[in-house]
């Protein structure tokens, strides 16, 4: 099994920041992809930023505030959003995938962590 802890969370005003983190812990050899969506009340979940081998990539309504950072060793995947918006708000999930100790991929997702930013 794979297990995924999210942390940093919160609520902050607009123009404010905060640091999510994610860390991988379970039955895998690697830690190949991390990926960060989000889903706000009534809408479907969508991708923010995904990590593969150092480089980020971003959603457009992101790119230049947020920052997507990982560590190796930790099997840990960061997330620095900066100058927030109220339209960023949401429960953001940590999604990994890589290979596991039975040999085959795994894809599998956190609990999410409630992000509110308000005006």
């Known amino acids: 099994q794979v297990q995924l802890v999210e942390s940093g969370g919160g609520s902050v005003q607009a123009g404010g920041s905060l640091r999510l983190s994610c860390v991988v812990s379970g039955s895998i050899v690697t830690f190949a992809v991390g990926s960060w969506y989000r889903q706000s009340a009534g809408k479907a979940r969508e991708l923010v930023a995904t990590?593969?081998?150092?480089?980020?990539t971003y959603a457009d309504a992101v790119k230049g505030r947020f920052t997507m950072s990982g560590d190796n060793l930790k099997n840990a995947v960061y997330l620095q959003m900066s100058n927030l918006k109220p339209e960023d708000s949401g429960v953001y999930y940590c999604?990994?995938?890589?290979?596991?100790?039975?040999?085959?991929?795994?894809?599998?997702w956190g609990q999410g962590t409630p992000v509110t930013v308000s005006p």
């Open positions: 999604q990994a995938k890589g290979i596991g100790t039975w040999g085959s991929d795994y894809e599998s």
């Open positions: 990590l593969t081998r150092g480089v980020g």
